[in-house]
């Protein structure tokens, strides 16, 4: 038996074959593309990476640009690692509090999860950067102040601290989402299953979520991970030394911005791709693995 509708009702027909409009709907959507074909997207990507470096090497204003960059790389990847590390601890805190039995808590999280995604990164970046900061400062002061010890300017707040800290706090919101989907895919037998034997809270989280969790969560949390790296370059806007500041600099001063600019997403591609190539690998490697 199968179900057609006509003219909004639905009718049982005795035919073993689904009805023609989900036959045309299988034929338009046709077969998903195998995990095993060529990936000629990769090779046409690594002749083009080839041949820039080929032009870095043989060409001496390239070189100059890209040593100039390389300084910049470190500060990325500091910025990068130093935020998403962060990001992470405090979206779990979010997630474990958004899926708390306590209603206060629950909305807390809330709140503060969706003000914070509401949010433009570059906003959130200029806001931290010269209305909390000069904030937290002022703070501390008044702290300091009461005890009879020196205070601190707000220039003595570095600028890559306050994008470090613009970044987690936005990051924090996405990356809390992250890990209340992979807490709550879970099957609820298993933590039933450990209170039955006597586990606590904390060792439930421990020893039975999380583990399994954190199989659903990886792939997503790496992709945030790229996502962050390109979402550094935001932090030129606060000077910070990143490879994006760097390349303004230099293309204000040889005024050779079609190089510059090809240097610094040289670098950017360099590493996400890299990274998105890893990610899929372990992806695969995931799927693979007996649960």
């Not at 870095?56 to 910025?79: A, E, M, N």
Request: net charge positive; aromatic share 12%; proline share 4%.
């Amino acid at each position: 038996m199968s179900c057609v509708t006509i003219g909004g009702t639905t009718h049982r027909t005795k035919t073993g074959r689904p009805p023609c409009g989900t036959a045309l709907a299988r034929q338009d959507l046709g077969k998903a593309p195998k995990d095993s074909e060529f990936p000629w997207w990769l090779v046409a990507a690594a002749g083009l990476a080839a041949f820039f470096l080929w032009r870095i090497v043989t060409d001496d204003l390239y070189t100059q640009v890209l040593v100039t960059l390389s300084r910049g790389v470190w500060i990325t990847l500091f910025v990068t690692a130093v935020g998403f590390s962060s990001a992470c601890m405090i979206g779990l805190g979010l997630a474990v509090g958004s899926l708390s039995r306590y209603r206060l808590l629950r909305e807390g999280t809330r709140f503060y999860i969706e003000i914070v995604r509401g949010l433009p990164i570059i906003v959130l970046l200029l806001y931290v950067a010269f209305v909390i900061a000069p904030g937290l400062v002022a703070a501390v002061n008044w702290g300091l102040d009461g005890l009879g010890m020196e205070t601190i300017r707000t220039r003595d707040f570095p600028l890559i601290w306050r994008a470090i800290l613009a970044l987690t706090i936005g990051y924090s919101a996405f990356i809390a989402e992250v890990f209340r989907a992979g807490l709550q895919s879970v099957d609820e037998g298993q933590v039933e299953a450990a209170k039955a034997l006597g586990l606590n809270n904390w060792q439930r989280f421990r020893f039975i979520v999380f583990p399994q969790a954190i199989r659903t969560i990886l792939p997503p949390l790496g992709n945030d991970f790229i996502a962050m790296i390109k979402d550094s370059s935001l932090v030129s806007v606060l000077g910070v030394m990143d490879i994006t500041q760097l390349g303004k600099i230099t293309a204000a001063g040889n005024f050779r911005y079609f190089e510059t600019y090809n240097v610094v997403a040289y670098l950017y591609l360099l590493m996400t791709v890299t990274l998105s190539l890893a990610l899929r690998r372990f992806e695969r490697h995931m799927s693979r693995k007996p649960g």
